[in-house]
Every structure is written in structure tokens, then in C-alpha cells.
């Protein structure tokens, strides 16, 4: 079955004076899929979205969203994309019906008013409809924003920390309708901070260090690419350096100690670490244990094993649907 991707770029690279902001971005996110786009500050997340959404023009490199050219055809690319970016776009004087109704006639949207109405009543700001936007909660405000995005219904969806600073009622929402919009055949390319967002949203996820993707794929290939996180408690508090310092040898990894608790944890670089074996090595090391544990690592614990020590983990997929870069580097 041949793979129909949405965004595709090849190579993209974009300096700022001294600034080398990308350095080779390869992406490819297929059709009706969520993209997660993680990577740490200064990795060029930014960047690549205002490249990618006709904002800037990268130096070398190519790109098509939606099967256009990111540069030769940068006007039906911008007809066929939404954005939501981390400041909103919405006019506090006017009311939330207007601010939309605003949005559909820029973009010469037939039925404004009813696809207005529609998603009023889908964000939950029915009630709020005519009121001005600048007496809007902070939450109330970024749904809105979201509405905007989605008033031409376009073909890729791009969501820059959707849900930064909204309640859990709020958060949940935008993930339902993320979830409704893939599956009538939009693309969406989602940055966040939020670990667990990407977890619960994206089909593939692209970590982006050093401005290209260093590592792709869903969830659980790249918790695959590191190995099981390893926990113990120990039952003497003098004994937790102890500790620290055999997992330290078992998993090639900087343990993280818990005081209050009396644990210590790391994620192992070798996958085939087992609870045995750590069990044995620290009864050999005279500590002794309440605890011990070996799990699968959370999304968190992989971004930083990946991100931190790149050099020690194998490369992810190369091709998929990788992303960006990162996000609020020293001014790109």
C-alpha cells in the first residue's frame, strides 16, 4: 500500500547570521495522521514551523504540504493549512461569534455563519458566543483560537502548544477534537511540552536536536530504542549513593535519586537488563532493598535518554513521519 504524505521535506536548512537554526530537516507525515514534534529548547522547533507554514523561507532544501511546492507555490500551501500558534490571534473587542465570523470572511468561508455556529457549539463557547472576546478566560481564549484555525476546514493542521496553561476539562476537549479531525482525513503536525499529550495523541513522534530529526516513530518504537527503566528502594538511607552507584554500572545511565522516598532510578542503555540481575548486584553491594522494580520508561524518560546522550542510542526509523525542531530558540 503506497503511503500519500501531507508534509515531506527534504533537506531544509535556515541561518540567522551566525545561527545555523536547521541543519538538513527530513519529514514525512502521512495523511490523516497526528505528528508529534518534541525536542528540546534551541533544537529549532520554531524554525521549522514558520518554514513549513510559509512564515520563512528556508536557505536550501525543499518541501510540499498538501502536494504543494513550499516555495513556488507558498499561496495554495497557505490555502490548504491551519495555525494555531502559542499567541492567539483573536481581537479582545469583538465577540467570539464575530472573531469567527471575521476568520470566514477572510477566507471567503460559504456559510459562515453556520460553520461559526458549529464551532462555537464544538468548543463550548455557545454561551460565551456574544460576548467580547477580552473577558474570556486564558482557556476560553485558546479553544477560541482553535475554532479560528479550523474555519476553512484545512487539509493539515498545524497546533504549536495547543493546550499550554488550560485546565484538564479544556485539555481533554482540544485532544477529542484532534482525535475527530484525523480521523475525517486532516493532518496535524503538534508541538508540546507536554510528554503525555504526545503520547496520547500522536501516531508518529519526530525528536528534533541539533536542527534535523534525530530519531521517529510512534510511542513504542522509541521506547524501544532505550532500554527498561530500573527502580529500587532501599531500606538504609546511607546506602542510596550505594545504590546510585550500581545502577549507575548496570544501566550506563546518570541515576536520579529520590531522597524522599529512598529511591534511586534509571533508564538502562542495554534492553536486555533484568530484575534478577539487579536484585543480585545490589545484595552484592550490601544494600538492602524494600523495592525494586523494572518498567517500561514513560515518553519523558525516553525524550531525555534521547535528547541527553544521542550518541549512545541507535538512530530511530529514518523515514515515517518525523518532524521538526524545536522551540524558542535564542530568538528564530
Known amino acids: 500500500m503506497t503511503t500519500t504524505y501531507a508534509v515531506l521535506s527534504e533537506g531544509l536548512e535556515r541561518r540567522f547570521g551566525e545561527v545555523h537554526a536547521l541543519r538538513g530537516l527530513d519529514l514525512a507525515v502521512a495523511e490523516g495522521t497526528v505528528c508529534g514534534i518534541l525536542g528540546p529548547n534551541g533544537a529549532g522547533k520554531t524554525t521549522a514551523v514558520r518554514l513549513l507554514t510559509t512564515l520563512l523561507r528556508p536557505d536550501a532544501g525543499s518541501a510540499r504540504i498538501a502536494g504543494h511546492d513550499l516555495v513556488r507555490e507558498a499561496a495554495a500551501v497557505r490555502r490548504r493549512i491551519g495555525v494555531t500558534g502559542q499567541e ?3 481581537d479582545g473587542d469583538l465577540t467570539g461569534r464575530q472573531n469567527l465570523l471575521l476568520f470566514a470572511r477572510l477566507h471567503r468561508v460559504r456559510e459562515a455563519a453556520g460553520q461559526t455556529a458549529a464551532l462555537l457549539g464544538r468548543f463550548g463557547l455557545a ?3 456574544d460576548r467580547p472576546a477580552s473577558g474570556y478566560s486564558g482557556g476560553m481564549r485558546r479553544r477560541l483560537d482553535l475554532a479560528a484555525s479550523l474555519i ?3 487539509d493539515v493542521l498545524f497546533l504549536d502548544e495547543p493546550t499550554t496553561g488550560l485546565d484538564p476539562a479544556s485539555r481533554n476537549l482540544i485532544w477529542e477534537v484532534v482525535r475527530e479531525l484525523t480521523g475525517q482525513g486532516t493532518t496535524v ?3 508540546t511540552q507536554y510528554l503525555e499529550e504526545a503520547d496520547q495523541l500522536a501516531d508518529d513522534i519526530a525528536l528534533v536536536n541539533r536542527g534535523r530529526v534525530e530519531h521517529t516513530g510512534s510511542p513504542a ?6 532500554g527498561a527503566f530500573a527502580e529500587v528502594v532501599v531500606g538504609d538511607p546511607d546506602a542510596l549513593v550505594t545504590a546510585a552507584g550500581v545502577l549507575d554500572r548496570l544501566t550506563g545511565a546518570e541515576p536520579r535519586l529520590d531522597h524522599e522516598r529512598g529511591a534511586v532510578g534509571a533508564v538502562a542503555k542495554d534492553p536486555t ?7 543480585r548486584a545490589m545484595d552484592a553491594a550490601g544494600v538492602p532493598l524494600l523495592d525494586a522494580s523494572l518498567r517500561s520508561p514513560t515518553l519523558d524518560e525516553v525524550f531525555l535518554r534521547l535528547t541527553e546522550r544521542p550518541a549512545d542510542i541507535p538512530s530511530g526509523h529514518p523515514t515515517g513521519s518525523p518532524n521538526l525542531t524545536d522551540d524558542k530558540e535564542r530568538a528564530v
Open 127 to 129: 454561551e460565551a458566543a
Open 152 to 154: 476553512r476546514r484545512p
Open 189 to 191: 503536525l503538534l508541538t
Open 88 to 90: 492567539t490571534s483573536i
Open 273 to 279: 537488563l533484568t530484575l534478577p540481575l539487579v536484585v
Open 221 to 226: 518504537e522509541l521506547k524501544s530504542l532505550v
